[in-house]
């Protein structure tokens, strides 16, 4: 009888450690896509932001640029054009120290340049915590599904080894049934 129980017990354990199995891959499927998912959304939020980042420094130096024109600083075209937009605080201060700018003329520029930086400042701030509270929001999502996948992931592995330890059993189980059958020899 042992023998028919544990060629019956190996056959159920084998199909019940391929059935794990199989939910094991298509867990660990799921789980390298939405990882992958994940990696990709932070690559797209971190490009937005480093975007985000220069059109702001552009639009402070054009603010800067366009506060000293109005202002009545002497801004050349060879001034804006050899140095260009991110060098025009530098080309200023050069320009100032050859005597270009009177002392009203530089306060005011200078004035115009902290407030610039000030708001540039407070903006950036601004627009880091709400692509942070964005990025948390979107990806928080992925981020359980993909927790969640891990767990289930782990319960799997620890599944497949308690199914072959049990189809091991079950194969010790036959092999010694199987040998109850067998006729002694020696003793004829």
Same mark, same amino acid.
């Given at each position: 009888?042992?023998?028919?129980?544990? &060629?019956?017990?190996?056959?159920?354990?084998?199909?019940?450690?391929?059935?794990?199995?199989?939910?094991?891959?298509?867990?660990?499927?799921?789980?390298?896509?939405?990882?992958?998912?994940?990696?990709?959304?932070?690559?797209?939020?971190? &490009?937005?932001?480093?975007?985000?980042?220069?059109?702001?420094?552009?639009?402070?130096?054009?603010?800067?640029?366009? #506060?000293?024109?109005?202002?009545?600083?002497?801004?050349?075209?060879?001034?804006?054009?050899?140095?260009?937009?991110?060098?025009?605080?530098?080309?200023?201060?050069?320009?100032?120290?050859?005597?270009?700018?009177?002392?009203?003329?530089?306060?005011?520029?200078? &004035?115009?340049?902290?407030? #610039?930086?000030?708001?540039?400042?407070?903006?950036?701030?601004?627009?880091?915590?709400?692509?942070?509270?964005?990025?948390?929001?979107?990806?928080?999502?992925?981020?359980?599904?993909?927790?969640?996948?891990?767990?289930?992931?782990?319960?799997?592995?620890?599944?497949?080894?308690?199914?072959?330890?049990?189809?091991?059993?079950?194969?010790?189980?036959?092999?010694?049934? &199987?040998?109850?059958?067998?006729?002694?020899?020696?003793?004829?």
């Amino acid at each position: 009888m042992g023998f028919l129980t544990g &060629a019956y017990g190996k056959l159920m354990a084998a199909r019940h450690l391929r059935e794990i199995q199989y939910q094991q891959a298509d867990v660990q499927r799921r789980l390298r896509h939405v990882t992958r998912e994940v990696a990709n959304k932070e690559k797209m939020y971190q &490009a937005q932001e480093r975007n985000m980042r220069q059109g702001m420094q552009l639009q402070m130096q054009q603010c800067i640029m366009g #506060a000293a024109y109005q202002a009545g600083l002497p801004i050349g075209n060879a001034m804006m054009g050899m140095g260009g937009m991110g060098a025009f605080g530098q080309d200023c201060s050069m320009y100032a120290a050859m005597g270009g700018f009177n002392q009203q003329q530089m306060q005011l520029y200078s &004035a115009v340049q902290q407030q #610039a930086q000030m708001q540039f400042m407070q903006a950036q701030t601004l627009w880091q915590n709400m692509f942070e509270m964005q990025r948390d929001a979107d990806l928080q999502a992925l981020k359980d599904l993909e927790a969640d996948l891990q767990t289930e992931k782990e319960s799997l592995d620890s599944q497949v080894k308690i199914a072959q330890n049990e189809y091991e059993m079950y194969k010790e189980q036959e092999k010694s049934g &199987a040998k109850a059958f067998m006729p002694e020899s020696g003793q004829g």
